[in-house]
């Protein structure tokens, strides 16, 4: 039998388990990273924690809806078994919600074509081999980006200050996302450093010979998985080859202790397109598209 459980009456340690050793096991859906990137957060519950539901929830005007936090790749079902029907998960949820977004994780093998579940991609690497074999796969212009790379004289630099990664991705990255207000890099700022002291994520920076900070990203690291959740380029100084020896120099360390490089996922043609070139292939997966707001709702929504 499947509860909704709110997150004040959750048995934290039965559900974090249930994610810990669960077949779809994300970094994303433990009680800590919720707790920091949610607004609010329920959850749904089978049986004692068999497979949970975890669902970042707001409310307005009186209706609670489901929403996708920034700083959160991957959700959906967890379960302790591979024989799991997540079609009563999906039943609860749309009764519980008029309105449901949400990105579900890739291990989640829907069937169903219905116009709620809408597919997208992630590019993800094999880095199980040796570093030498994996560079051998990417193509010829990344290859090129790194010699362009060696003859400006990159320096990396591990586990740098957060607020100099944030500060670049908002001087950057950010002036092109103007929906991130300044309340999501707080957020941010509380989660690398909250990964950082539980040893789940690293900051890599790179810098030119100016010693100006020129590329930076933010790797969290669960299981055999590492994935990039937040990275930027400096775009003034982008066309020497910057981000691609930022991913090199990182698959180059983790590639001895992981199997998996996940890029986090993009199904923009040009960005998957770039991340392909480092020999990456892509995966499946679901978003959650779901409306069944009453018509006035809808009409104020696309009024505003």
Known sequence: MIQYVERKDLEVEKYDACIDNSIQSRIYAFSWYLDIVADNWDVLVLDDYKAVMPIPCRKKAGIKYVYPPLWLLELGVFSLSE????????????????????????????????????????????I???????????RKDRRKDLNKAKKVDLTEKWNDNPEKLIQLFKNNVGKRTPNIADKDYLVLEELIKICLEKKVGEILSVYNKEDRLVASGFFLKHKKAVTILVSSTDFKHRKNGVNTFLIDRAIYKFEKNFSIFNFGGSSMESIAKYFLSFGATSHNYKQIKYNNLPWFIKLLKKMS
Do not use: H, W
């Not at 039943?91 to 997208?120: D, W, Y």
């Not at 199980?128 to 990417?138: E, F, L, M, P, V």
């Open 128 to 138: 199980s081999d040796d570093y030498n074999t994996i560079c051998n796969g990417y």
């Open 83 to 126: 024989n799991i029907d997540y079609n009563p998960f999906f039943k609860l949820l749309f009764q519980k919600f008029k309105s449901v977004e949400s990105r579900l994780n890739s291990a989640i093998n829907i069937q169903e074509n219905t116009s709620c579940f809408v597919g997208k991609q992630m590019q993800i690497l094999l």
